[in-house]
């Protein structure tokens, strides 16, 4: 049985303050949408950004379960606003994690 590897962020800068547009009030997808209509439009949507690394979404009686890693706070929370604002949604268990910087980034000592 073959494993997934974890993958690693895409080339996709991460957004600057400016750039983060707030998640839609609503993604629409076909009327009383199936768990697995849900699960594949919202993970679409986590892969397509770039922002998150090995996002996972699950999906069971309308409830998305979120799993992976973002960089900053903001960005786990719009993952989280993007699932609960899509169509039947019941609600969202957001449990995706903040990953560490590494000890030699010192991309913050600016």
Known sequence: MAQAAA???QNQ???DDGD?????TKVEVQPVAQ?????????SVLEATGWFV???VQVRDGVVFLSGRAETE???KWAGDLARNTQDVAAVANRIELSQPSAWDFSRAR
Do not use: F, K, M, Y
């Open 35 to 43: 768990d697995d209509e849900i699960r594949r439009r919202i993970q």
């Open 13 to 15: 800068p991460s957004p």
């Open 54 to 56: 090995d996002p996972r």
């Open 7 to 9: 993958t690693e962020p």
């Open 74 to 76: 903001e960005i786990r």
């Open 20 to 24: 983060l547009s707030p998640a839609p």
